[in-house]
């Protein structure tokens, strides 16, 4: 009895047949964010910790260009909690494609009262940067 293709051709054909099924799936398909809503790439003010970003919200940021041609960045946290808490806030500046200039302030430490908005204030180092990013975190 003839079979109707020969079995090295039908190994063939299951190999490839398999390898094209993993390629669709592949083990480094993409996933879905891990930190949704922790964007510098998109956001000026970026809330790092699950804990600061139900305790915080940004009530309002703006960028100016001081007569130097240094930056300016300043933004308006705003405690949504009705106790005191305590965070850390840093600005990373960065040219106009969004890559750090290596301009990177300090980490600060930021108190703020029952329900109160207080205003931070950062300069750049040098007038390479055209963008900012405002990062806030808990206190350590």
Same mark, same amino acid.
């Given at each position: 009895? *003839? %079979?109707?293709? !020969?079995?090295?051709?039908?190994?063939?054909?299951?190999?490839?047949? /398999?390898?094209? &099924?993993?390629?669709?799936?592949?083990?480094?398909?993409?996933? &879905?964010?891990?930190? !949704?809503?922790?964007?510098? /790439? @998109?956001?000026?003010? +970026?809330? $790092?910790?699950?804990?600061? *970003?139900?305790?915080?919200?940004?009530?309002?940021?703006?960028? $100016?260009?001081?007569?130097?041609?240094?930056?300016? /960045?300043? /933004?308006?946290? *705003?405690? =949504?909690?009705?106790? =005191?808490?305590?965070?850390?806030?840093?600005? +990373?500046?960065?040219?106009?494609?969004?890559?750090? %200039?290596?301009?990177? %302030? !300090?980490?600060? @430490?930021?108190?703020?009262?029952?329900?109160?908005?207080?205003?931070?204030?950062?300069?750049?180092?040098?007038?390479? &940067? =055209? *963008?900012?990013?405002?990062?806030?975190?808990?206190?350590?």
């Amino acid at each position: 009895m *003839k %079979t109707p293709f !020969p079995q090295p051709l039908v190994s063939v054909l299951g190999l490839l047949l /398999a390898l094209a &099924a993993g390629c669709q799936h592949g083990p480094y398909a993409p996933q &879905a964010d891990q930190h !949704p809503g922790v964007s510098e /790439a @998109t956001n000026s003010v +970026v809330l $790092m910790d699950t804990a600061v *970003k139900n305790s915080i919200s940004s009530a309002g940021d703006r960028l $100016m260009i001081l007569s130097d041609g240094r930056l300016l /960045a300043q /933004a308006n946290l *705003k405690n =949504r909690e009705s106790r =005191r808490i305590q965070v850390q806030v840093q600005c +990373v500046f960065k040219d106009e494609q969004g890559f750090s %200039t290596g301009d990177e %302030t !300090p980490w600060q @430490t930021l108190i703020l009262t029952e329900n109160a908005t207080e205003a931070v204030e950062f300069k750049s180092m040098n007038n390479l &940067a =055209r *963008k900012y990013t405002i990062r806030v975190r808990e206190a350590r």
